[in-house]
């Protein structure tokens, strides 16, 4: 696209989504077209739309903002079509979505303000968008899906679990990915996690997953989940990776269960002989938020090229937490205390570093400003989708 087009729609997406509910309005009109032209689409969907449609604005803004760089955009849609897979979502079915956007965005901007230009602008656009997710449908030879068993749930804290799977057949996910996952107690709903650990040819995957209050899925995971029960997972998605050939070290930084797809990376590169020096910074909110320490510890004793430093917001746990504190394993680097974004910023600049960010997407983004502010280059950093 040139750069007028690129002006055009980022100018008219802003007009739209300026209001605290244009976002969820455009989404909500995008459904009602969809929905109205074909309505057996509806049952791929879940009976709540609040989440899916939080998830389109998201993926909407994360278009628009990545206009100007097509190979990542396109790479980003790709996935998104093969992703889609696991609802039954097929490639036919990408030209009604694109029609049914279009006309949203007509509707939302009135047609007095609905020039020519901002109309070729987002065709071009939208061709772009259904291309690219009806090629990555049809690009997949994988399964759509596979089944897993619930072979462990370990509750280590009152709102996090460490659960274990085995899949029937292995996923060929890598370290750094992360997985669409279907409960049986809420069957018509997939959620996003990164495992853990590598990729094995037992099949078993871990998955660390944090209970959010108000949430569909998470608190059946965590509070529910039995051995025995029968999961569905869907094609790896995403992908933080360690360039192995650039020559430049690792800065690595999760918050909460973000340090998931770290993890999993720092062990796989275990089993390698020769590795860049990685610097893990591993952050929660409370002290018991660290809830894997012992395990990173056993990793940086034995892989001199790996620092673990733990950091907290706050100095103590909170009032209801009855366990005893956690202990900082002898040898470990002092836990420090503040905003993990500020602390990791205070040590310099990283600007040698291949950076990962992991986490909430609150703490993805301030702990970006936070590197920016101190002097990181934007390009080193890399982060999934927020």
């Not at 696209?1 to 008219?12: K, Q």
């Not at 690009?139 to 679990?161: E, F, I, Y």
């Not at 909460?256 to 999993?264: D, F, I, K, Q, S």
Request: charged share 20%; net charge negative.
């Amino acid at each position: 696209m040139n750069l007028r087009a690129i002006a055009l729609v980022r100018s008219n997406f802003r007009t739209v989504t300026a209001s605290p509910t244009g976002a969820n309005r455009l989404a909500n009109l995008f459904y009602r077209n969809l929905f109205g032209e074909n309505p057996i689409l509806r049952q791929l969907f879940p009976a709540g739309m609040d989440m899916q449609r939080d998830k389109f604005a998201a993926a909407l803004v994360f278009l628009v903002d990545s206009l100007d760089d097509e190979e990542r955009i396109v790479g980003f849609l790709r996935q998104l079509g093969r992703d889609h897979r696991k609802y039954g979502v097929e490639s036919t079915h990408y030209p009604a979505a694109g029609r049914a956007l279009y006309e949203a965005l007509r509707t939302y901007t009135g047609h007095a303000f609905w020039t020519d230009s901002i109309d070729a602008a987002w065709i071009e656009v939208l061709e772009l968008i259904v291309d690219a997710m009806a090629a990555g449908a049809e690009s997949d030879d994988m399964p759509a899906q596979w089944d897993a068993t619930v072979v462990g749930h370990q509750r280590v804290l009152d709102d996090l679990a460490i659960i274990r799977l085995r899949c029937d057949t292995p996923v060929p996910y890598e370290a750094g990915q992360y997985l669409p996952v279907r409960i049986p107690q809420r069957p018509r709903m997939w959620r996003y996690l990164s495992p853990a650990i590598p990729w094995n040819d037992a099949g078993e995957i871990e998955f660390h997953v944090r209970r959010i209050s108000g949430g569909w899925v998470s608190p059946s995971m965590v509070n529910e989940t039995q051995v025995g029960d029968r999961w569905s997972l869907g094609a790896p998605l995403g992908g933080l990776r360690i360039n192995q050939h650039s020559g430049d070290d690792v800065l690595m930084i999760g918050s909460g269960t973000g340090l998931a797809p770290l993890r999993a990376q720092v062990m796989e590169l275990t089993a390698r002989g020769t590795n860049p020096r990685v610097h893990l910074f591993v952050g929660g909110h409370h002290p018991c938020d660290l809830y894997d320490m012992y395990t990173m510890w056993q990793l940086a004793m034995t892989n001199p090229w790996l620092t673990i430093v733990p950091v907290c917001e706050t100095e103590t746990d909170p009032w209801w937490h009855n366990a005893p504190p956690i202990e900082m394993p002898e040898g470990l680097h002092q836990r420090l205390t503040g905003p993990i974004g500020k602390i990791v910023a205070s040590f310099g600049s990283w600007a040698d570093r291949q950076i990962q960010i992991a986490g909430s997407p609150q703490m993805i983004r301030d702990t970006i400003a936070a590197l920016v502010e101190g002097g990181t280059p934007i390009g080193n950093i890399t982060h999934d989708p927020v």
